[in-house]
């Protein structure tokens, strides 16, 4: 099994994320055109991390969204559910603690960390909110949450055109350069089906956290919800 589908089952999901895990970062390079990149630095600022500051980056993959937490002083858990993932990161990032933990049954005690984040992850949980409010058990009172995820173009032209790149171009591109390049068919609906910015706002409020706005990047293809505990 390569591809998910929509229903979001967790075995499914994991193994294909396993399938895609060996060159899964430089897919998603390619397939934004770098601008991967500058959304990993929006997602460090807008964390802020403090030195000594206890950070989980849930979803973490092969540890790249990790690393500039541990570089900017705080200690970070990258986690992640995929094994295979988890395995390409601690390969190429031995120093990093990678552990295995499922969205919804995360392995940490009330109020263990000072911030917790989740790039590009919550969707593809069989139930986001269960993972919201799973996060927001995890995190210290006052501490704080960012979430960045696909989202919708806030000019309504230039969405026509994101969704046509997403259903069109972006499994053919996958294909030169994924390891598993049906797992991006999924990825592809799993945006279109995925909430707006208002929406993903209520979720998180749903789910216990207080006063969650967002940031737009790259024209509301990308938003950066925050919320604190």
Same mark, same amino acid.
């Given at each position: 099994?390569?591809?998910?589908?929509?229903?979001?089952?967790?075995?499914?999901?994991? =193994?294909?994320? @396993?399938?895609?895990?060996?060159?899964?970062?430089?897919?998603? @390079?390619?397939?934004?055109?770098?601008?991967?990149?500058?959304?990993?630095?929006?997602?460090?600022?807008?964390?802020?991390?403090?030195?000594?500051?206890?950070?989980?980056?849930?979803?973490?993959?092969?540890?790249?969204?990790?690393?500039?937490?541990? @570089?900017?002083?705080?200690?970070?858990? %990258?986690?992640?559910? #995929?094994?295979?993932?988890?395995?390409?990161?601690?390969?190429?990032?031995?120093?990093?603690?990678?552990?295995?933990?499922?969205?919804?049954?995360? %392995?940490? =005690?009330?109020?263990?960390?000072?911030?917790?984040?989740?790039?590009?992850?919550?969707?593809?949980?069989?139930?986001?909110?269960?993972?919201?409010?799973?996060?927001?058990?995890?995190?210290?009172?006052? *501490?704080? +949450?960012?979430?960045?995820?696909?989202?919708?173009?806030?000019?309504?032209?230039?969405?026509?055109?994101y969704v046509e790149?997403?259903m069109r171009a972006? %499994?053919?591109?996958?294909?030169?350069?994924?390891?598993?390049?049906?797992?991006?068919?999924?990825?592809?609906? #799993? +945006? =279109?089906?995925?909430?707006?910015?208002?929406?993903?706002?209520?979720?998180?409020?749903?789910? *216990?956290?207080?006063?969650?706005?967002?940031?737009?990047? #790259?024209?509301? +293809?990308?938003?950066?919800?925050?919320?604190?505990?």
């Amino acid at each position: 099994m390569t591809r998910a589908d929509l229903d979001k089952q967790p075995g499914e999901v994991r =193994r294909m994320f @396993d399938a895609v895990a060996k060159r899964y970062d430089l897919t998603n @390079d390619v397939l934004s055109l770098g601008q991967d990149r500058r959304w990993r630095r929006e997602v460090i600022k807008a964390v802020a991390p403090k030195p000594s500051e206890l950070v989980l980056d849930l979803a973490a993959g092969t540890g790249t969204s990790s690393q500039p937490f541990l @570089d900017a002083g705080a200690d970070v858990v %990258p986690t992640d559910f #995929s094994i295979g993932m988890l395995r390409v990161g601690k390969e190429a990032k031995p120093h990093l603690p990678f552990t295995a933990g499922d969205g919804t049954k995360l %392995p940490y =005690r009330d109020g263990t960390f000072d911030a917790v984040t989740i790039s590009f992850g919550l969707r593809n949980i069989v139930d986001p909110e269960a993972g919201l409010r799973e996060l927001r058990r995890v995190t210290r009172p006052g *501490g704080r +949450i960012v979430v960045c995820e696909f989202s919708h173009p806030t000019w309504k032209p230039f969405r026509t055109v994101y969704v046509e790149y997403l259903m069109r171009a972006l %499994p053919p591109v996958a294909r030169a350069v994924s390891s598993s390049p049906e797992a991006y068919v999924y990825l592809a609906e #799993s +945006i =279109r089906a995925w909430p707006d910015q208002a929406g993903l706002a209520d979720m998180l409020s749903s789910a *216990g956290w207080q006063s969650p706005t967002w940031t737009n990047l #790259s024209a509301g +293809i990308v938003a950066l919800h925050h919320a604190t505990a």
